[in-house]
């Protein structure tokens, strides 16, 4: 069993993992309900 | 998608290894204006820079989401000049997803990324005989139309 994705919140803290691991970022807009 | 598409193994090997993911509700400023966001699920491919190269709205399951980010980063390649790296992503759609709904559009952009990386028109031929043959009723077929003629 794979473990869960680790999900960023905030963009900048994403975009700066993205910048150190030169790996794309997925953007996922979601309705939390 | 948090059902059925995100606890898949699959998706969570290709994501982990392949991406950095980033969750925002919706209805978050001013992410949401300024991405446009007017329905769920959106999701986006960003470059390191934030710019954005890809989106999908609405529900994917795993089988499909997978191909839909490999375009994604293929078209973040593409859209940076990365042509070399651009054809691995789309290599590894078609070699795996062949049967995807990201399959015809990943076709095109590979012979446009042949195309621009060897100033060599035949690949730009080849893509739409591909698509003639393999998607006659994809709408990249029609796009890729005018290239039977080089």
């Known amino acids: 069993m794979t473990e869960n994705i680790k999900w960023e919140t905030e963009i900048d803290a994403a975009l700066a993992l993205a910048r150190v691991e030169k790996k794309p970022v997925l953007l996922d807009f979601f309705n939390p309900g | ?150």
């Not at chain 2, 290599?91 to 952009?109: D, H, N, Q, V």
């Not at chain 2, 446009?112 to 698509?131: I, M």
């Not at chain 2, 029609?142 to 290239?147: G, I, L, S, T």
């Open chain 2, 1 to 150: 998608m948090d059902a059925v598409t995100y606890p898949n193994d699959r998706v969570i090997r290709f994501i982990t290894e392949n991406m950095i993911p980033l969750r925002v509700a919706f209805d978050a400023q001013p992410l949401s204006a300024d991405f446009n966001i007017k329905w769920t699920p959106a999701i986006i491919t960003l470059d390191p820079d934030g710019n954005e190269h890809h989106r999908t709205v609405g529900f994917l399951a795993p089988e499909e989401l997978i191909p839909s980010l490999l375009l994604g980063i293929g078209k973040s390649y593409f859209e940076t000049d990365q042509f070399d790296e651009a054809l691995g992503s789309l290599e590894k759609l078609l070699g795996e997803y062949p049967e995807s709904g990201s399959a015809p559009e990943a076709i095109y952009l590979r012979g446009v990324c042949r195309y621009k990386s060897s100033q060599n028109p035949k690949p730009l031929k080849a893509a739409y005989e591909q698509l003639a043959a393999e998607y006659p009723s994809s709408e990249w077929t029609k796009r890729a139309y005018p290239y039977r003629l080089l």
